[in-house]
């Protein structure tokens, strides 16, 4: 399984409540904050909910 690197580049003040639990889900708790997690279906669409509050990297 291959590895992404999960980075937040916004913020998630005056987002709805499911978007701020889908971030700390993933492990992101301030701004500019990473997480290496495996990328599976379960975090792919968590990172699709958040698309536009993340930069997503593949890791070597």
Known sequence: MKKIKITQIKSGIDRSERQKQTLIAL???????????????????????????VKVEEVA
């Open 27 to 53: 492990g992101l708790k301030k701004l500019n904050a990473s997480k290496e997690v495996e990328a599976t279906p379960q975090i792919l669409g968590m990172v699709n909910k958040v698309s536009h509050l």
